[in-house]
Structure formats: structure tokens, C-alpha cells
């Protein structure tokens, strides 16, 4: 007598083989329209029209119309409805609360990443792949690449730390956080500076994964290194 075989619970296959993320084309779009929020191609208060994009991407409007809504929602664009969207004003009361919350969020990251990389669970190598993007932007006179390197360079830790809540939340935050440090305040002129600020972070990264430091120290390096160039520019006002 033949023994009947348990068949596989599908459930649990699907579970335990989830399907790889894709971005969809809103949020292409989105990205693209935060970039050139970024680098002020696109300037608060300034009217963000739909049938504009869709020349420019070559698309409908109905995904250009997904991606302002996914904007207007994350608070980068305003308005809405007949009135239309309009970029959003990023005062100083919005630029202290995202710098804040990036500030708590990475803080956890960096942490865990160094956990990861210590274990040898992720490599600290990949950073070094952001900074040589940073390298070529600085060569080209790039600013916009520049931009998305740094973004790239943070996210890499993001990526590394196996943090799944606060790697999520961080990229709730990721477009602000490319509009808000793109601001002359945060941000050095000289596109190779740029690159040996991330260079020093990393550094400093590498001596933290052989000798693994506390939360507050953690928290202290990235304010300085996100803080470097403001901090600079007040210095030399005073």
C-alpha cells in the first residue's frame, strides 16, 4: 500500500519565497521630481503641472499623477485638487524634524550595520562603491549624481543593518531627506569635499566594526558628519 504524501502548504512556499520588490513607475517618477526639487530645478512654491511631466517622461498622466499624490502625501508637494500642486515650502521648523528623525533612524542603522559587518554578515566594502560615484560626480562637476551617491552611501548602511522597521521608516524619509541636505546650509560646494566627508565617515565605520562602540557614540558621529558643513558655514559667519 502506497503512502499518500503530504502536499506542501502553498501559503508557506509563498511566504518563505517572497516576490523581489519593484519600483513602479510612479515611483520612478517621483524620485525624478524630488531630484529636481534637490537641485532647484523645481523651486518651493513653484507649480509642478502634470501635463509638463508626461511630456518630459514620455508617459501618460496617469502615472504622473500617482507620483504627485505619493509627494503631496509625504508632505513635498502641496495643494492638490483643482488648485493643482505646488512644491512645498521647507522651513525651518520641517528641516529640524526630518534632521531629527534622520538623526534617531540611522542612528539605530549604523549601529546594527556595524553588528552585520563585525559578523561578517554584510560587506563594508560596498560603501567604497557610493564614494567612487561621489569621486566621479565631483570630476564631472555633477551635482545632481553627487546627491544621489550620498543618498546611495546612507542607504548602503541602511541596507547592511538588517533593520527591517527602521530601514522602512528611513526610506519614508529618503526623498526629504535628498531635498532638505542638498540645501547650501548642509551641504559643501566643492563636490570632492563631499567625497572626503563620506571617505572620513567610513573610516571611522571600519574602526567602529573592530571595536564596536556605544548607541551615543554612534549617535555623535553621525551628527557631526551630517552637521560638518553647517556647523563650518556658522563658524566662519560668526
Request: aromatic share 6%; proline share 4%.
Amino acid at each position: 500500500m502506497r503512502m499518500a504524501v503530504p502536499m506542501p502548504n502553498v501559503e508557506v512556499l509563498f511566504d518563505a519565497f517572497p516576490q523581489p520588490k519593484r519600483i513602479s513607475l510612479a515611483e520612478s517618477i517621483a524620485d525624478s521630481v524630488a531630484e529636481a526639487i534637490a537641485t532647484r530645478h523645481l523651486k518651493p512654491g513653484e507649480r509642478v503641472v502634470e501635463t509638463a511631466l508626461a511630456d518630459r517622461f514620455s508617459v501618460s498622466r496617469v502615472p504622473i499623477r500617482e507620483a504627485l499624490k505619493v509627494l503631496h502625501a509625504q508632505g513635498i508637494l502641496s495643494g492638490g485638487g483643482h488648485r493643482g500642486f505646488r512644491v512645498a515650502q521647507f522651513g525651518p521648523e520641517t528641516i529640524d524634524k526630518v534632521f531629527e528623525v534622520r538623526l534617531m533612524l540611522e542612528t539605530f542603522l549604523l549601529r546594527d550595520a556595524v553588528e552585520e559587518w563585525r559578523l561578517g554578515n554584510a560587506n563594508p566594502a560596498e560603501l567604497d562603491v557610493a564614494i567612487s560615484q561621489m569621486e566621479m560626480a565631483a570630476r564631472a562637476g555633477d551635482r545632481s549624481a553627487s546627491l544621489r551617491a550620498d543618498v546611495a552611501f546612507h542607504r548602503t548602511i541602511c541596507r547592511a543593518s538588517g533593520n527591517l522597521v527602521s530601514s522602512t521608516l528611513w526610506e519614508a524619509i529618503a526623498r526629504h531627506v535628498l531635498i532638505i541636505f542638498s540645501l547650501e546650509a548642509y551641504r559643501d560646494n566643492d563636490l570632492s569635499a563631499v567625497a572626503d566627508q563620506h571617505r572620513a565617515f567610513r573610516d571611522f565605520i571600519l574602526k567602529a566594526i573592530q571595536k564596536p562602540l556605544t548607541e551615543s557614540a554612534y549617535r555623535q558621529a553621525l551628527e557631526d558628519h551630517l552637521l560638518l558643513v553647517a556647523r563650518a558655514k556658522r563658524l566662519r559667519g560668526a
